[in-house]
């Protein structure tokens, strides 16, 4: 298993302000993901990180909003840019160990709240 | 499309009352079908991985258990430290995992 380790575990954000949380990872792994769980909803994937390379975005995500960075094989950064209201949500990350069996180990998340 | 359906959305127990979670899910080619377990303020632990219809796994009160079209998380004699989230999720395509939008189960001592 992976222990993952975010930061910020939450914080409250102005309107129209970014904020930036990290990803560490305690060992290698193959690849690192970006889940958003809004208030009463399911996780719902942003990205996958890449390393050295730009994000793979899902449908409804956009780099300009959600700029991802993967500079090494442990550790990842995801921007909220621009915040409104609506980006309110605990963002999670979540990687897949190095004997890749499927499973993908989360962290504990970063709950944003965004006046 | 690929679903991961659960019920129900939240469940009641009383302390030892067993009962079962359903995750009902549509997929083109079943590449393993997930359970997790989510605390308040927490992110997802990973509980079981079934792979083919007929697999069963279990771990302490917990039993999962695979059919062709769902899968069920049974819950024995269950305890106020039981109570969560639980979560089931399927990888579709090129995502990881898909999940289902959970059931809330509270085990009242």
């Known amino acids: 298993s992976a222990v993952i380790s975010q930061k910020p575990s939450r914080d409250i954000c102005q309107r129209g302000t970014s904020l930036t949380i990290q990803c560490q990872v305690d060992s290698q792994v193959t690849m690192m993901f970006w889940y958003r769980q809004q208030p009463g909803q399911s996780l719902t994937l942003i990205a996958t990180?890449?390393?050295?390379?730009?994000?793979?975005?899902e449908s409804g995500f956009v780099i300009d909003k959600f700029p991802i960075s993967r500079p090494n094989l442990t550790f990842s950064t995801l921007t909220v840019s621009n915040m409104s209201p609506e980006d309110s949500s605990i963002y999670l990350c979540?990687?897949?160990?190095?004997?890749?069996?499927?499973?993908?180990?989360f962290g504990e998340g970063s709950r944003l709240t965004v006046l | 499309e690929d679903q991961v359906t659960q019920s129900p959305e939240a469940l009641r127990l009383q302390e030892g009352e067993s009962s079962s979670l359903n995750c009902s899910y549509t997929?083109?080619?079943?590449?393993?079908l997930f359970w997790y377990r989510q605390d308040p303020g927490k992110g997802p632990e990973f509980l079981f991985t079934l792979y083919s219809a007929g697999e069963e796994k279990e771990k302490e009160r917990l039993k999962a258990t695979l059919t062709k079209k769902e899968s069920f998380l049974h819950i024995t004699a269950p305890k106020p430290e039981d109570s969560a989230t639980y979560l089931c999720?399927?990888?579709?395509?090129?995502?990881?995992?898909?999940f289902g939008k959970g059931t809330r189960l509270s085990v009242i001592a």
């Open positions: 979540s990687a897949r160990p190095l004997d890749n069996t499927g499973e993908l180990f």
């Open positions: 999720a399927l990888p579709s395509g090129n995502t990881p995992l898909v």
């Open positions: 990180a890449n390393q050295g390379s730009e994000a793979t975005y």
């Open positions: 997929v083109s080619g079943l590449r393993g």
